[in-house]
């Protein structure tokens, strides 16, 4: 069955029919006769251009105050992927002016030229253009193959774009896209890179490296304590945005936290990392629960796990298991920081959940 590009649903006809209680019988209503297959498509894009027109733009009042300088650019966030000859480039850039390109190489653009970007999305009226675009015929079981996407952050409030290889193409999106690579793709060539996960620790710990280098995801899962509700946690960490997510026990999902951290206890968190050595933590290490650590510098990642494991003590790691279990404590302080003083966003729903992508990083054994 075909996903369309318009979330719509099939439009029946309801024929009604008058009975009679004595009399002749009734003649039969007349059936319509069926529609098109071009009606019906021209139908749903009517009813889909209807939905995009009545769909509040909320990114782009918030991208404005910050053209205007009515709100701070440290909160911004510009991410583009798009594939090229079956390439898939990316480039990230942030309001400060850090820029990632391709998870490889980190630059640097003047605050004219990040305003530049946010004036082109803009333009093209970005906050406007509808969830996807093209569709999937015969999607196999890992879902429609991306062509690009288009995610903008500020503040709390997001929005995700994505174009799909087949179907109906949007040359005004592909466009979008490109010229947003553009603006990035100069500077990246002088960027600073990083030879392995411990050099990129390192260089974010001394400040080399920016702090939107560094991504890191905590994930506890336990038995939900009496009257508590909670199976446990999720905290994101991307530079200094700290996303909390709490794993409900039940059915009610409570919403995420939004906290960006100080300067300082993000270089107290980054000298933590660096110096525990967190890149030589073997991959299996001993937990009391499901605790899973996922770390990356630009194109370098580690995933460790922590379980009860078949034959393995709780020393048995000696200072590995000493430097993961500092490190969890050090994360699970931000998660509950998060909790309490960060700002509530809306779940992520990306349309795209099952689009195919190329992994992004370079993972470490």
């Known amino acids: 069955m075909k996903t369309s590009i318009l979330r719509t649903g099939l439009v029946g006809l309801t024929l009604a029919t008058s009975l009679f209680a004595s009399g002749p019988a009734p003649s039969r209503t007349p059936r319509p006769e069926p529609r098109t297959e071009r009606e019906s498509e021209r139908e749903r894009e009517e009813r889909g251009e209807r939905e995009r027109a009545s769909r509040p733009d909320r ?29 898939m480039t990316s480039a990230r850039v942030y309001g400060d002016g850090v820029g990632i390109w391709n998870r490889q190489a980190q630059f640097r653009l003047p605050k004219e ?12 009226k970005f906050g406007s253009m509808p969830d996807w675009f093209g569709e999937s015929e015969g999607e196999g079981e890992e879902g429609p193959r991306l062509k690009g996407r288009i995610e903008v952050v500020a503040g709390p409030i997001s929005k995700s774009v994505i174009q799909l290889f087949e179907g109906d193409q949007s040359e005004e999106f592909a466009a979008l896209a ?38 890191v995801t905590v994930q506890r899962r336990s038995a939900a304590s009496p009257g508590s509700g909670d199976a446990g946690f999720i905290v994101h960490l991307e530079g200094r945005r700290v996303l909390a997510e709490t794993l409900p026990a039940g059915k009610t999902v409570a919403q995420p936290k939004l906290l960006i951290l100080p300067e300082a206890d993000f270089r107290e968190l980054a ?36 379980r009860r494991f078949l034959n393995m003590s709780p020393t048995e790691k000696g200072e590995a298991q000493v430097a993961f279990d500092r490190l969890f404590e050090a994360f699970r302080a931000v998660n509950e920081r998060a909790r309490k003083e960060g700002e509530s966003v809306a779940s992520s729903s990306a349309p795209a959940e099952k689009a195919k992508e190329k992994p992004e990083r370079e993972k470490t054994r």
Request: hydrophobic fraction near 45%.
């Open 113 to 124: 030229k990040v305003l530049a970007l946010l004036k082109t999305l803009r333009a093209a």
């Open 271 to 306: 000298r933590l990392l660096a110096e525990s050595k967190a890149a030589e933590i073997p991959l299996n290490v001993y937990g009391t629960e499901y605790t899973d650590l996922e770390l990356g510098v630009l194109r370098w990642s580690r995933a460790i796990s922590a």
């Open 178 to 215: 490109q010229k947003l690579l553009e603006v990035c793709a100069e500077p990246a060539r002088a960027g600073v890179g990083a030879t392995s996960l411990a050099d990129g620790l390192q260089k974010v710990a001394t400040g080399e490296l920016a702090p939107q280098a560094l991504a």
């Open 59 to 87: 990114i782009g009042p918030a991208l404005e105050k910050r053209i205007a300088g009515k709100a701070k650019l440290d909160d911004v966030r510009v991410g583009v992927d798009w594939s090229k000859d079956n390439v």
